[in-house]
């Protein structure tokens, strides 16, 4: 018997909705909310009122799209946390709701852990025991991954997550938010001629809140003497700062890799999109010997297929939440 699995993922912003059929992904719908760039980053309040209008549609058109009638989920999986609350009641809530209308189990899933398990989404699929370097907006983490459930947190950011300190130099910069995929593409057509410091942190976790406090520092001493600095340097900013970014994360996931002698290294987040760290991944595996693994870039972004797909693992071990379950914006990994 076919084992079918709803996802439903509203931590954030995106309101998305998924069909896994037995190991294989069916349909991964998205909503957006533009209205957020406008305020430079997502108002909570917005949020949550914009998932009460797209959660239906977007499950409907999720079952649709996979072509597959309600009565035939098996299961469905929900986003608990971490995340705004005011959007995770919406999807929790719903889910709650549509699970009990079915009468089949629900199971609650971490966010962060989904994002690892997005590599099973699809063919190839990393080797246990394997690494992942998962980074979003609100997190950086290194994560051994021992089996599909099991994983265990080596390293992680001690104040501001990448995904952040890409976003408020954005914000410095006067780009629209969310600024990593602009500065991103900046890059591209920039040279890394300013030298940023590298933080000083011990271990495998990482800091960014003093690279953001010396891009600003930076850039307010530069337009003191030129008020034009940023316009015609953008490119070579957001290059310069990519590559910094970058070889910070790159430099921890190579202490991480050494020290556990794992060659299986996987990246994982909204971040992993970023095409300067994918091609360090690249690199920087060649050179180590690892065989490294990036999702495809629907399944980088907050999106339910990666739900689906830890729901899926979590269905098969019999492991499911009651009625009386409720988000948690602060759930531990």
């Not at 999720?62 to 469905?76: F, H, L, T, V």
């Not at 590559?243 to 202490?255: D, H, P």
Request: proline fraction near 4%; charged fraction near 20%; aromatic fraction near 8%.
């Amino acid at each position: 018997m076919s084992i079918i699995i709803l996802g439903i993922e509203s931590s954030c912003d995106e309101t998305s909705a998924a069909i896994f059929k037995d190991g294989k992904i069916l349909s991964n719908l998205i909503a957006n909310q533009e209205v957020h760039q406008k305020y430079g980053g997502v108002v909570p309040e917005v949020a949550s009122r914009a998932h009460q209008v797209n959660i239906v549609p977007v499950v409907d058109q999720a079952i649709r799209a996979a072509g597959i009638e309600k009565e035939e989920i098996s299961a469905i999986a929900f986003t608990r946390g971490p995340g705004l609350i005011g959007s995770l009641i919406v999807g929790v809530s719903f889910a709650k709701s549509l699970a009990l209308s079915l009468d089949i189990p629900l199971v609650e899933v971490h966010h962060m852990q989904a994002h690892i398990l997005a590599h099973f989404a699809e063919d190839p699929k990393p080797k246990f025991p394997f690494l992942c370097l998962t980074v979003s907006g609100g997190h950086t983490q290194i994560v051994r991954v021992k089996n599909h459930l099991e994983m265990e947190i080596i390293g992680q950011t001690l104040d501001d997550a990448a995904g952040e300190a890409f976003d408020k130099t954005g914000k410095m910069l006067g780009l629209d938010y969310p600024a990593g995929p602009e500065i991103d593409r900046l890059s591209k057509i920039g040279k890394v001629v300013f030298d940023f410091p590298e933080p000083e942190v011990r271990g495998l976790d990482f800091s960014f809140s003093g690279l953001k406090t010396s891009i600003l520092y930076f850039l307010r001493a530069q337009l003191e003497q030129n008020p034009d600095f940023i316009k015609q340097n953008l490119a070579d900013i957001c290059a310069s700062v990519q590559a910094r970014i970058v070889s910070i994360l790159i430099k921890k996931l190579k202490k991480a890799a050494r020290q556990t002698g794992i060659k299986e290294i996987a990246l994982a987040g909204g971040v992993s999109a970023n095409s300067g760290l994918r091609a360090a991944l690249e690199t920087t595996g060649r050179k180590e010997g690892w065989t490294t693994y990036v999702p495809k870039f629907e399944f980088c972004t907050d999106n339910a297929a990666m739900i689906a797909v830890a729901g899926y693992y979590k269905f098969l071990k019999g492991e499911f939440a009651g009625q009386e379950v409720g988000p948690d914006a602060r759930m531990r990994f």
